[in-house]
């Protein structure tokens, strides 16, 4: 088993006091009228969001989008996109810092990033990997996309629920199939029932997300290890480890990634997100591990210039140690913060909550509330952008929504609402 790499214990640490959520966004109103059922006004602002949401297929409409669409909303908390609001907030101090005041924006936009290989070196050194065996994605969904298209031919075998891009962009001679976690055993991943359906369906690829998005399940690191010795014999493994920092065995805060083991399993790849933990989707930045030859394939196929000025300062700024000493603070401040608030989440009467191991839970309605209507209601009279997970496959009952833990007043925001409105 792979030995941790000791973190650094949490200190206090306060960055500058930038309020980056949502600035562009209008104010709330002081006081919302308390109303059992929607007025006219709510009614049709519902249905907007509710085209909105159909019209985004199965994948929300960001922050962004519905703000310009509906300015008439007003927004206070996204807790639809599951983000480490400190992270985005620390590298924005950082950004500030280094690139707006000293004005080195101009040659971030003007000039090229450097080639993928290049950023490929910075990260190996910081990841402690041989640089031919990391592929630099513009985001992990491009990433997904090159694998599924380049490695998996007829079948695919995928959890549900699931992150969709893995059933949605494969090739359309793949034939996709599901592995079912149940809600009733809280959606928990059996990995002896797994295997005896790999040995039936023989897919040529199978996809682990540990934790797993939507519901935060969470694959312990040495069963994980296991299970991918087992697995030996299917051509393509990927484990998408996009919420791995916000998953902790033990008391310490460390987390466990199988990228290691890409040296002993030929077969696997582990994909990499850094949109949700450091909070910077918008900059498009991920990797992936896997064997030198996986990744020189994927380069056959292009990505010279894939990632942005961006997302280079980005990687540059996480291979540097006195970021990782930052970031660690407010990943485990994160953490500490998340867990009061499923707790606290768990506590409210109508509402079930799985147990869940990332930085989001999902919850059950189990009080005869139909989930779109409380989403809707949340968002036009608390200004809080959660999830229904009725576009997810193997969630369509219309009870099931997805809530992301946020900064501490954000919280405690969420649990007041929620309380107020279904309590
Ligand atoms: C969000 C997400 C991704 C994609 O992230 P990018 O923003 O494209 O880097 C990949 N996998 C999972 C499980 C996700 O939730």
């Given at each position: 088993?792979?030995?941790p790499r000791?973190?650094p214990?949490g200190?206090?640490?306060?960055?500058f006091?930038?309020d980056?959520?949502a600035?562009?966004?209008?104010?709330p109103p002081?006081?919302?009228?308390?109303?059992l059922g929607?007025?006219?006004?709510?009614l049709?602002?519902?249905?907007?969001?509710?085209r909105l949401?159909?019209?985004?297929?199965s994948?929300s409409?960001?922050?962004?989008?519905?703000?310009?669409?509906?300015p008439?909303l007003?927004?206070?908390v996204?807790?639809?996109?599951?983000?480490?609001?400190?992270?985005?907030?620390?590298f924005?101090?950082?950004?500030h810092?280094?690139?707006?005041?000293?004005?080195?924006?101009?040659a971030?936009?003007?000039?090229y990033?450097?080639?993928?290989r290049?950023i490929a070196?910075?990260l190996?050194r910081?990841l402690?990997?041989?640089?031919?065996?990391?592929?630099?994605g513009?985001?992990?969904?491009e990433i997904i996309?090159?694998?599924?298209?380049?490695?998996?031919?007829?079948?695919?075998?995928?959890?549900?629920p699931?992150?969709?891009?893995y059933?949605?962009?494969?090739r359309?001679?793949?034939?996709v199939?599901f592995?079912?976690?149940?809600?009733h055993?809280?959606?928990?991943f059996d990995?002896?029932?797994?295997?005896?359906?790999?040995r039936?369906?023989?897919p040529?690829?199978v996809?682990l997300?540990?934790?797993n998005?939507?519901?935060?399940?969470?694959?312990?690191?040495?069963?994980?290890v296991?299970?991918?010795?087992e697995?030996?014999g299917?051509p393509?493994?990927?484990v998408?480890e996009s919420?791995?920092?916000?998953a902790c065995e033990g008391n310490?805060f460390?987390?466990?990634?199988?990228?290691?083991?890409?040296?002993r399993?030929p077969?696997?790849m582990?994909?990499?997100?850094m949109?949700k933990?450091?909070?910077?989707a918008?900059?498009?930045?991920?990797?992936?591990?896997?064997?030198?030859d996986?990744?020189?394939?994927?380069?056959?196929?292009?990505?010279?210039?894939?990632?942005?000025?961006?997302?280079?300062?980005?990687?540059?700024?996480?291979?540097?140690?006195d970021?990782?000493?930052?970031?660690?603070?407010e990943?485990?401040?994160?953490?500490r913060?998340?867990?009061r608030?499923?707790?606290?989440l768990?506590?409210?009467?109508?509402?079930?909550?799985?147990p869940?191991?990332a930085n989001?839970?999902?919850?059950?309605?189990c009080?005869?509330?139909?989930?779109?209507?409380?989403?809707c209601?949340?968002l036009?009279r608390?200004?809080?952008?959660?999830?229904?997970?009725?576009d997810k496959k193997?969630l369509?009952?219309?009870?099931?929504?997805r809530?992301a833990a946020r900064n501490?007043?954000?919280n405690?925001?969420?649990i007041r609402?929620l309380r107020?409105m279904?309590?």
């Amino acid at each position: 088993m792979v030995v941790p790499r000791p973190r650094p214990p949490g200190l206090k640490f306060k960055p500058f006091g930038l309020d980056i959520s949502a600035p562009w966004l209008p104010r709330p109103p002081k006081t919302a009228p308390r109303r059992l059922g929607f007025t006219t006004r709510e009614l049709a602002l519902a249905e907007r969001i509710k085209r909105l949401k159909k019209e985004a297929g199965s994948h929300s409409p960001s922050a962004w989008t519905l703000a310009k669409l509906i300015p008439e909303l007003r927004m206070k908390v996204d807790a639809c996109f599951l983000s480490n609001p400190y992270a985005t907030k620390l590298f924005l101090m950082h950004f500030h810092r280094e690139v707006i005041r000293p004005r080195k924006l101009r040659a971030l936009l003007e000039l090229y990033p450097s080639q993928n290989r290049v950023i490929a070196t910075k990260l190996g050194r910081v990841l402690d990997l041989e640089p031919d065996s990391i592929f630099v994605g513009n985001g992990a969904a491009e990433i997904i996309q090159a694998i599924l298209h380049r490695f998996t031919r007829q079948k695919i075998l995928v959890n549900l629920p699931t992150f969709s891009p893995y059933y949605e962009f494969v090739r359309p001679d793949t034939q996709v199939v599901f592995n079912f976690l149940s809600k009733h055993e809280e959606f928990r991943f059996d990995p002896g029932a797994y295997l005896e359906l790999v040995r039936r369906e023989r897919p040529d690829t199978v996809v682990l997300i540990n934790p797993n998005n939507p519901d935060g399940g969470y694959v312990p690191h040495a069963i994980l290890v296991e299970l991918l010795e087992e697995l030996r014999g299917v051509p393509n493994v990927i484990v998408d480890e996009s919420f791995i920092h916000f998953a902790c065995e033990g008391n310490d805060f460390a987390y466990w990634s199988v990228a290691e083991e890409v040296e002993r399993f030929p077969n696997l790849m582990v994909v990499k997100s850094m949109s949700k933990d450091f909070g910077v989707a918008g900059i498009r930045a991920g990797y992936a591990v896997m064997a030198p030859d996986r990744v020189r394939a994927l380069l056959g196929n292009g990505f010279l210039w894939n990632s942005s000025g961006l997302a280079e300062y980005f990687f540059d700024l996480y291979s540097r140690p006195d970021f990782q000493e930052r970031y660690e603070r407010e990943r485990i401040r994160f953490i500490r913060n998340s867990r009061r608030f499923f707790a606290a989440l768990a506590q409210i009467d109508g509402l079930h909550v799985y147990p869940t191991s990332a930085n989001f839970a999902l919850v059950e309605l189990c009080n005869g509330l139909v989930a779109e209507e409380l989403v809707c209601r949340l968002l036009i009279r608390r200004g809080i952008y959660t999830r229904t997970c009725d576009d997810k496959k193997g969630l369509e009952t219309g009870k099931f929504l997805r809530i992301a833990a946020r900064n501490r007043p954000e919280n405690a925001y969420i649990i007041r609402s929620l309380r107020r409105m279904i309590g």
